[in-house]
């Protein structure tokens, strides 16, 4: 076995190499992989925080129709009441109105039978009177009947 | 053999041409130059670097660590690609491994274990490159433009023991400082001398310790030279043997050989993090 420089030169470029692998090849791997683990990492996090997420909105969502549902059936609700109501008193300021409607043409009917009433008696004394002179065949005294006539006139 | 030259080449010739080394060093004389024959190279002694292994060895682990930044910085974590899937897929293993098996703070192993897995893989690697290719064409050029006679060009770094043993001993001055560092020299010293069977025991101690110390390094290194010198010198035998039956060996070894490339740069890495976890063990 011929041992010589040879043995120093590769143990210098040993040291060289090691020395360069340590500072300029090695760290760009490692710096790689751990960049890639990192992002992995972070892409599962995110994929399961999105999980939660899309829980929770979907529990919300649920929630919030409920709620929908029931103000929308309280609204219904409330809205029938309502227009029962409306129906209601419709129905009794019509009653009322009739009533008064007729109320009031009952009150003119009788007003205006009143009336015809008193324009006959009236007449009736200027009749008697008509067919007394006729009667008689004369004038008669008007003031002097007048008490008598108007007493008639009251009897009708 | 399938380059010129070849058949003025004894098998025994093709085989040694094929394991020496290119060398640049330092001649007896004094004055330094390339070793033209095995012989000069024996010479040199210490003071020589073999120049085709050295130069593979830092061409593939400057290609793998530029490459892997290149691809770093263009990489993005939202849309990666095919080649930047392949590159996390290793960094990825080597990471997963390193978790495993090393459970203090230092942010150095890891991409220390990268860079012994990959640069180890690629060297390996080359032992698959069927042997003639680069070494013939090597050789031919080392023949008409520099005049060599059979100029050798190994192009496999892991069949060198000097570049197995530098990275193993590399590793072993790293077990040592952070032993110190975690456990104290008094600490360091302490495991080696009282472990086993107390303090009375101590030069018995010492003998099962400081060897089971020494070993680490040298069997880290030794085993991955010896496993792809052993599958670098089948290749060789393969080609300088069988001749134009040469090619379905050729192909069941390669297939076996594909095999052991992985792990023994698996196995190195392996060993590399389990030794330097337990330098970190504080003292029991």
Partial sequence: MDI??????QSIAF????????????????????????????????????????ESANRESEQQLDEAKTSAAGIIDQANRRATQIIDE??????????????????????EANRAREELRAQVSVIA?????????????????????????GEL | MAEAGAESQTVQEYIVHHLSYLTYGRFPDGHWGFAHTPEEAAEMGFMAIHVDTMGWSIALGAAFLLWFRWIGLRASADNPGPIQNFV????????????????????????????VFVWVLLMNTMDLVPVDWITGIAALIGEHVFGFDHMPFKIVPTTDPNITMGLS????????????????LGGFLGELAFHPFGKWMLPFNLMIE??????????????????????ELLFLLIAGLLGLYQLP??????????????????VFMMLTVVYLSAAHEAAH
């Fill in chain 1, 4 to 9: 010589n420089l040879t043995i120093i030169g």
């Fill in chain 1, 15 to 54: 040291a060289i190499f090691v020395w360069f692998c340590h500072r300029y090849v090695w760290p760009l791997f490692a710096n790689i992989l751990d960049e890639r683990k990192r992002t992995i990492a972070d892409g599962l996090e995110a994929a399961a925080q999105a999980e939660l997420k899309l």
């Fill in chain 1, 90 to 111: 419709a129905k009794q300021q019509a009653q009322v109105e009739a009533e008064r409607v007729m109320t009031a043409a009952q009150a003119e009917i009788e007003q």
């Fill in chain 1, 129 to 153: 009177i008509a067919g007394a002179e006729k009667i008689l065949g004369r004038e008669v005294d008007q003031a002097a009947n007048e008490e008598m006539l108007s007493q008639l006139a």
């Fill in chain 2, 88 to 115: 996390e897929s290793i960094f990825e293993f080597v990471d997963g491994r390193v978790a495993e098996s090393f459970t203090h703070k230092n942010s150095l192993i890891a991409p220390l274990a990268l860079t």
């Fill in chain 2, 169 to 184: 001993l590399s590793i072993f001055a790293m077990i040592i400082w952070y032993s110190i560092k975690h456990k104290g």
């Fill in chain 2, 210 to 231: 400081v060897p089971t110390l020494l070993a680490k390094p040298i069997s880290l290194g030794l085993r991955l030279f010896g496993n792809l010198y052993a599958g």
């Fill in chain 2, 249 to 266: 060996a050729h192909f069941v070894w390669a297939v076996f050989h594909l095999l052991v490339v992985p792990l023994q740069a698996f």
